[in-house]
């Protein structure tokens, strides 16, 4: 039997506001990662640079030309990639072009797949029909002219203000008087060229780890989220005490059915692969509303996924090592 190691460059950081996390992610999925199976490299991408620091601090380039690292004498082609860089380029998809010309199989979705769900409009789009209930929505284009009367008389107050493309709700403000409206579109606007305006779905929201292989259906424990915040904005994500995350979610077993079946209806519907997170809001009535699909959810010590993976049983590494024999087959 071969005691080879797989060569696994694990990319991180990226161009986004959600560079930390991302970085944060690596470090956890690292650690967890069984180093007898793989010969691992945190690959740091930055603008369009992407080094390897040794742990002598010595930093060396990738080379972008055939996706490997020389140290010393020793060349290192990588034979698949981890992406873990929530934003841009990992995704939005940008990167996963790159290595599908380097034929470099990867842990995230495709690259169609990435930009389906990191565009919120087209997220709602590929699921429209599957069964999966939708806020009503409002695309603005930069230049478009709008009033804030006329939106808040379509969809009523309040209502959300979001970046068409980013994540960890950066740009994101609960709109709730008509006076705000101008200032939170420009700061949706400062994140992305587009911003989508949805009504106010009320209720519980949910978390909905899942990750389907060539044999299996996971479907983790739903999390709830219960942010001491007016949402669950980037503070609240990201700072210890400004919300209760709940695995499992007390929830009675028919809303837990629903929230499993919309789950896969959306992934299969975006063609999703890999580990996946899909936010819902559950109104009082128990119909759960799609918010949005996280391509590559945060995996630091205290993101969703994790505790999901704990509460199921599986260790973030087991849950690894499953989408990578999947994408290795």
Request: charged residues 25%.
């Amino acid at each position: 039997m071969s005691n080879r190691r797989l060569k696994v460059a694990l990319l991180a950081g990226g161009n986004s506001s959600e560079r930390e996390i991302a970085l944060r992610s690596a470090s956890q999925i690292a650690s967890a990662l069984d180093s007898t199976k793989y010969e691992l490299y945190i690959i740091d991408l930055c603008g369009r640079n992407m080094t390897y620091t040794a742990e002598d601090g010595t930093r060396y380039e990738v080379d972008k030309n055939d996706f490997s690292l020389t140290i010393a004498d020793r060349h290192i082609c990588f034979e698949f990639a981890l992406i873990i860089i929530h934003g841009t380029p990992g995704e939005d998809g940008k990167l996963q072009g790159y290595l599908d010309i380097m034929g470099i199989p990867y842990s995230s979705c495709s690259q169609t797949s990435s930009t389906i769900t990191f565009d919120k409009i087209s997220t709602k789009r590929a699921v429209a029909g599957c069964g999966v209930n939708l806020a009503k929505d409002i695309l603005l284009m930069r230049g478009d002219k709008v009033s804030g009367k006329d939106i808040v008389a379509r969809l009523g107050l309040p209502l959300f203000v979001k970046p068409n493309a980013s994540g960890s709700s950066f740009g994101v403000t609960r709109v709730t008087a008509v006076e705000q409206f101008d200032a939170t579109v420009e700061a949706a606007f400062a994140e992305s060229d587009e911003v989508l305006i949805e009504e106010c779905i009320v209720g519980r929201e949910m978390a909905c780890g899942v990750l389907i292989t060539s044999d299996r259906e996971l479907l983790l424990p739903i999390t709830e989220v219960v942010s001491k915040r007016d949402f669950f904005d980037y503070e609240a994500k990201y700072t210890e005490g400004l919300s209760d995350e709940i695995t499992p979610a007390p929830i009675d077993d028919d809303i837990r059915q629903r929230l499993n079946r919309m789950t896969l209806a959306a992934y299969r519907a975006c063609r999703c692969s890999g580990i996946v997170r899909i936010d819902f809001i559950v109104t009082e009535e128990g119909e759960p509303y799609l918010i949005e699909i996280n391509s590559i959810p945060g995996m630091s010590s205290g993101s969703i996924v994790p505790k999901q993976a704990r509460a199921a049983g599986i260790s973030l590494g087991e849950l690894y090592d499953l989408v990578i024999a999947d994408k290795m087959a």
